[in-house]
Structure formats: structure tokens, C-alpha cells
């Protein structure tokens, strides 16, 4: 079914955010993505945090508010994982070359929502495909939040344990009792932790215009090395797997390609000029959020708040302050948001030729979603012309 075809009349459409206890806890749902990759940005790269985190809390609190459902921003993957390795064929990544790869990741995504280039390519991607990249995404990230929870495997048990068992309870928000036991754990196995945490002072800062000192060689670096491998990554996560599954959840509040290559455009021109990373709509972000109990843009308004507030007071605290979130917790959470993810692909056809395009991409897409899309795509047309059986 095509967003167009979706309803968009009635109460439901036009209803507003929510800020309940559920809208709370979902909000945290996205931190198994969202905090390493900082993390790494900052300690790594050596990235401003305050850029980071400013420009995160902007796009986050604007999503929500535009879209009213739990429509994520997340670090852009890629551009994260090839940055913090620090060494691309001897050449450093520098602040510089990450804000110069946000500002053409933003133009190049702009350019093609205004355009309408952006409808006319995910035209070309038929639903096997798609429904196999979604279904790929979910394994993918299970995968890495085993890892996470392999870093102490008792934490990770324990933790994935009780989520599990409260995750259907409406009274008892299964995220927020499993951040604060994270954080108990984490006072109890560093307890410096406390102290540290007690010694922050608040430091009030404003953001200024960090592409002034942006030379060439940032630019040739940041769009050759971190922008142009995003590209099949935010195509196939950022673009056609949230619209998907935004629609799937919310039907009432649809979303087309074409707007959310808009606001991926608009929100790096706008991170890239104030310090900030690559950012995207990730379909497992919406997936965590989902998973823990939010149902509305409330969710991305609080943690964005969230996230905004540290910013301008305690931008220079920020490692400390995310000490908290053992990475066994986090990885609990980027688990259960590829179940989410994986379980709503779960569903399609009966056709046998669909089943095999649909398995063999997530296969690819667990891997490499550039490469899924190729496998795939090519997958489907060899079959439709008779080329490959199944």
C-alpha cells in the first residue's frame, strides 16, 4: 500500500503529542544506538560534544513535534563506524571532515526531496526488497546488542529478564526500570562513578557557526570517505525502511519518501553549521521507541529536551554523565529493537519466488544494506523475467 493511499483525516490524524510515563519510557528506547556512537564521536574524532548534542536535541524535539509519531533521529551509521576507526587509507578524520560530510550528506538528500528524485528512485524498489531490508536491519541489530550484552553476560541476562516480562505491562514502564538498574549496577561496580557524578558543575554554553574554519581537504575527505558510503545505507534504513514502517505502526499519521528525504536533508544543513554529526531516520530507532511503549512524537520531544538540556549546561560532563548506561543495558535495548524491527517484516507473501527475494536481502541486509540492495533488486528482476527459479 503506497503512504497516499493511507488515511489521513480524523481525530486520530490530528492528535496530539503525549508526555505520559509510556512516552517516557519509549523515549530511552533508542539509546543502544544513540549513546556509543557519541561516545565514540567524542572521545575518537574528538568531536565538540556540545555541537553533538545541541544538534541532536534540536532535530529530536522538531521530529517530534513535526511528525507526532516516535519518528527517530540516530547517528548515521556509516559515516559513525568509518569516522571512529579514525585511519580510512592512512587519512585522519578530523571535527572538520564529519561536519563537511553532514553538510553534503544534507544537500545531497535535500536536493533530491525537493526535486522529487528521491519518489522516482524508491519507485525502483520493489516490496520483497524492501520487507527483506527491514527484515535484515532487525537481525542486525540483535546481533550487535549480543555483542553489547556479551560484555557481562550476567548484566545483559538479568536485564533482558525482567524487560522482557514487563515489556507488555502498561503500568510498570519496562525501560525506566531497566535504566535505573543499569545505573545501579554501574554505582556499584565503579563507585567513583557517584563521586564523579557529584563534582558536575553546570556550564552554560550557546552554539556558534562551526564551518568557519572549513578548508578543501575537509570537504574532498568528508564527502569522498564518510558521505558517499552513507548514501545506499540512508536509502535503504533512513529512507524507504522508516517511511515503511512509520506507516505500518501509524497509518493514521503516514509519511511519504519524499518528505523524509526533506528532513534528513534539513536537519544536517542545520547540524553541520553548529558542530553537530551526520544524522538520519533510522527504522530500528522508531522500532526501540516503539518497543518500550511510546506511540506518539512525545517520546522524541522528551528525549530531545533530554538531550538539549544537557547541551547547554553540561556539554563538557557528557562521558561522565553517560557512564550510567552500562553497554550490557544499552545492548538490551538495541536487541529488543530488532525483534520489534524483524517481527513487523515478519509478515509477506505466500508466493515461494517472493519468500526467496525477501530471506536472501536480509541475509544481505544484516551485512551490508548497499549490497542487499543490489542482491536483491537483482534477485527480483532475474526471477520476474524467468532468468533464475526458485
Not at 483525516?9 to 543502544?32: H, I, K, S, V
Not at 592512512?90 to 528521491?118: D, N, Y
Request: aromatic content about 10%.
Amino acid at each position: 500500500m503506497n503512504s497516499k493511499d493511507l488515511p489521513q483525516d480524523g481525530p486520530a490524524a490530528t492528535a496530539p503529542n503525549r508526555y505520559d510515563r509510556m512516552e517516557w519510557a519509549g523515549a530511552f528506547g533508542d539509546l543502544g544506538t544513540l549513546v556509543p556512537f557519541l561516545l565514540a564521536y567524542i572521545s575518537l574524532v574528538k568531536v565538540d560534544p556540545f555541537g553533538v548534542l545541541f544538534a541532536f536535541g534540536v532535530a529530536k524535539i522538531v521530529a517530534g513535534l513535526y511528525y507526532r509519531t516516535p519518528f527517530p533521529v540516530q547517528p548515521m551509521k556509516a559515516v559513525g563506524v568509518i569516522a571512529t576507526t579514525q585511519t580510512v587509507q592512512s587519512i585522519v578524520i578530523t571535527p572538520a571532515a564529519v561536519a563537511a560530510a553532514g553538510l553534503a550528506t544534507g544537500l545531497f538528500w535535500l536536493l533530491l526531496g525537493l526535486t522529487g528524485a528521491s519518489r522516482r528512485v524508491v519507485r525502483l524498489i520493489t516490496r520483497p526488497v524492501a520487507v527483506g531490508i527491514i527484515l535484515g536491519l532487525g537481525f542486525g541489530f540483535m546481533l550487535d546488542g549480543m555483542r553489547m550484552m556479551a560484555s557481562n553476560w550476567l548484566l545483559g541476562g538479568v536485564g533482558l529478564a525482567g524487560t522482557v516480562l514487563l515489556l507488555s505491562s502498561r503500568r510498570v514502564p519496562a525501560m525506566l526500570l531497566l535504566l535505573l538498574f543499569g545505573v545501579a549496577v554501574a554505582a556499584w561496580q565503579d563507585p567513583r562513578l557517584l563521586q564523579e557524578l557529584a563534582a558536575i558543575r553546570p556550564e552554560f554554553r550557546l552554539p556558534g557557526f562551526a564551518l568557519a574554519e572549513l578548508r578543501w581537504s575537509d570537504v574532498a575527505i568528508g564527502v569522498l570517505f564518510l558521505a558517499l558510503p552513507q548514501l545506499p545505507l540512508t536509502l535503504g534504513n533512513a529512507i524507504v525502511a522508516v517511511t515503511h514502517e512509520n506507516n505500518r505502526e501509524f497509518p493514521h499519521r503516514p509519511v511519504t519518501e519524499r518528505k523524509v528525504s526533506i528532513s534528513t536533508g534539513l536537519m544536517n544543513l542545520f547540524g553541520a553549521t553548529v558542530g553537530g554529526v551526520p544524522m538520519c531516520h533510522g527504522a530500528g530507532g522508531m522500532a526501540g521507541h516503539v518497543r518500550f511503549g511510546a506511540r506518539t512524537g512525545g517520546a522524541l520531544v522528551i528525549l530531545g529536551t533530554f538531550i538539549l538540556f544537557i547541551a547547554l549546561f553540561f556539554s563538557g560532563s557528557v562521558t561522565t554523565i553517560f557512564k550510567v548506561f552500562p553497554q550490557a543495558v544499552l545492548g538490551v535495548t538495541l536487541f529488543l529493537a530488532g525483534v520489534q524491527l524483524a517481527l513487523g517484516a515478519a509478515e509477506f507473501g505466500k508466493d515461494r519466488s517472493e519468500h526467496f527475494v525477501v530471506l536472501a536481502t536480509a541475509g544481505f541486509a544484516a551485512w551490508n544494506v548497499g549490497l542487499a540492495f543490489v542482491a536483491g533488486l537483482g534477485l527480483h528482476y532475474a526471477i520476474r523475467r524467468g532468468w533464475l527459479r526458485t
